[in-house]
């Protein structure tokens, strides 16, 4: 994975990132040495969510067939909320 630096996005602007994907699917911006985020294209990112939502997906259905869910209305379920807090 490609690392721009802080200062290279700062005086190249977006170009730097732009050169970073051409070689690889992100790109890590580091601000002050320290890696701190990652940049990748549009249709990666929305790839990347899907199987994020998938996972999510996958994880309720365990539960649910695990038996770790409760039936509650939405006032009770509001109301343990409040308690909790």
Do not use: P, W
């Amino acid at each position: 994975m490609g690392v721009v630096t802080a200062n290279d996005l700062k005086t190249k602007g977006v170009s730097a990132v732009e050169a970073g994907l051409l070689k690889d699917e992100e790109v890590i911006i580091s601000v002050r040495g320290r890696n701190t985020y990652v940049v990748m294209d549009l249709h990666k990112y929305a790839k990347f969510r899907e199987y994020e939502l998938e996972i999510a997906l996958l994880e309720a259905r365990a539960d649910i067939e695990a038996g770790r869910y409760c039936e509650s209305s939405v006032n009770d379920h509001m109301q343990q909320i409040s308690d909790e807090l």
